[in-house]
């Protein structure tokens, strides 16, 4: 049996959330159908050491402030997950939880949503998936004879999976200064930290506050017709949150280049040298989570969907919130989501 609406939201994570916090203003009948079986989003499958990068009154949601962590300025992600939870009840959302989307296909004028629950069809469809259940784990030489183990960041948890152990973790961003610090710091782990270019650690006192005001200022400028100021990425690749400058300060911080080639045992540099390891942790991003959309053929260069704002260029009835700056500049943060999922609703409205 194929049910109706005017709009189906695909992923209840936070951006999934925020769509459905601005449809329901504009008095647009919806569904969100989420994958996971428990509010949350990505959140609730976070290592147990992150913390946000802003403090709470920072990193809300449109329409209700992220309450402060007792003792924490910078809420770590049990407490977003409390958030997120609260938000979806609060709003009394109609999130569907355990209800996986497998494809998104056109039927006439309307769109068809394909679940392992059922059919849905609607005039209009936001894809919020995120990137999380997408790693992106790099072609590097050799490693399928590496004999260790290999893990990607969505796999790490804690410092007390590897004691004793020797773990190699790849990568110059957020999570990869992160996981390197909090092993590190742990102090019965040997911890090589590899990155592709020297790594950018932003200022001390620069936190999501500072990020998004920068983010705003360059969408501003773009907007203005004025010169592209760079945005975030001309400050650094890595915020100096507390951990990470406790390791650094500490000297356990510091990244070698990224080798040329795993072998059976470890890692090879162009050097000559080698390095063993019983683990390497791939911190080296994600890809958006997308295949879902692949009957409606729009995917172009990197796969991604060529998109105006938040619609898709080639598919009017189809946005897309919260894959990052290509759906919206900072969308997908917390506080950053909120601007595009509005926009994005507005214009559903707007279809005739």
């Not at 501003?220 to 010169?227: F, H, K, M, N, V």
Request: glycine share 12%.
């Amino acid at each position: 049996m194929t049910q109706h609406t005017d709009v189906v939201v695909v992923g209840g994570g936070q951006s999934g959330l925020a769509a459905g916090y601005h449809l329901r203003r504009q008095g647009l009948d919806f569904v969100i159908l989420d994958a996971d079986p428990a509010p949350g989003g990505s959140w609730q499958h976070m290592w147990n050491s992150l913390h946000l990068f802003s403090p709470a009154e920072y990193s809300s949601l449109p329409g209700r402030l992220m309450p402060a962590q007792a003792r924490e300025t910078y809420p770590d992600a049990g407490h977003v997950v409390d958030y997120l939870t609260d938000y979806e009840k609060r709003y009394d959302l109609p999130v569907q939880h355990g209800a996986r989307v497998d494809a998104v296909r056109r039927d006439g004028g309307r769109l068809l949503v394909e679940t392992d629950t059922g059919t849905w069809r609607a005039h209009a469809v936001i894809s919020a998936t995120g990137t999380w259940s997408r790693p992106f784990l790099p072609a590097v030489p050799g490693r399928e004879v590496f004999t260790g183990r290999q893990l990607h960041t969505v796999n790490y948890h804690s410092p007390a999976d590897f004691t004793g152990q020797h773990v190699i973790v790849v990568g110059g961003g957020n999570s990869g200064a992160q996981i390197a610090a909090d092993l590190a710091l742990d102090g019965n782990v040997h911890v090589t930290w590899v990155t592709q270019r020297p790594p950018r650690l932003l200022p001390d006192d620069i936190d999501g506050r500072a990020l998004f005001d920068v983010a705003t200022a360059r969408r501003r400028a773009l907007e203005a017709g004025r010169t592209d100021t760079g945005g975030v990425a001309s400050l650094g690749d890595i915020v100096a949150v507390s951990p990470v400058r406790a390791a650094r300060d500490a000297g356990l911080l510091e990244a070698k280049p990224m080798f040329s080639r795993l072998t059976a045992d470890g890692a090879r540099w162009d050097d000559g040298s080698q390095s063993g390891a019983d683990v390497i942790i791939w911190c080296t991003g994600f890809r958006p989570a997308l295949s879902h959309l692949a009957p409606l053929d729009l995917r172009r260069a990197r796969g991604h969907i060529p998109t105006d704002g938040t619609r898709a260029l080639d598919e009017a009835r189809l946005h897309l919130l919260g894959y990052g700056d290509w759906t919206g500049p900072a969308s997908a943060t917390l506080i950053g989501v909120g601007r595009p999922a509005r926009d994005a609703a507005r214009e559903i409205a707007q279809l005739s």
